[in-house]
């Protein structure tokens, strides 16, 4: 069992950065992938962008070119670095990880882009 924390959100204007972390309770070294996923209000979630143990990452087309995720297994962390934020990435941004065959997921941290 693992517990991931989301920080790092917040109000941001347009063309602005944040940079999000999802820390988790235990070794990340193991977890074969996570994920950060974004779900806007009266729209289903969506998947932003996935890492795996090999530091594979795979982005949505959505936010490809100005965002990067990546890991630090040292802080049993991953990172969602997200830059020229427009007003439709707006959404509750949750991380999660795959282990042992299951799905973890954390609490979800708001991010709102407006001027």
């Known amino acids: 069992q693992v517990q991931l924390v989301e920080s790092g959100g917040g109000l941001v204007q347009p063309g602005g950065s944040l940079r999000l972390s999802c820390t988790a309770s235990?070794?990340?070294?193991?977890?074969?992938?996570m994920d950060w996923y974004r779900q806007a209000p009266g729209l289903q979630r969506e998947l932003v962008a996935t890492?795996?143990?090999?530091?594979?990452?795979n982005y949505a087309d959505s936010v490809k070119g100005r965002f990067t995720i990546s890991r630090d297994n040292a802080k049993n962390t991953v990172y969602l670095q997200m830059n020229s934020l427009k007003p439709g990435d707006t959404a509750t941004y949750y991380c999660?990880?795959?282990?042992?065959?299951?799905?973890?997921w954390g609490q979800g941290t708001q991010v709102t882009v407006s001027s």
């Open positions: 999660n990880a795959h282990l042992d065959g299951l799905l973890y």
């Open positions: 890492i795996t143990t090999g530091s594979t990452t």
């Open positions: 235990q070794s990340i070294r193991r977890i074969y992938a």
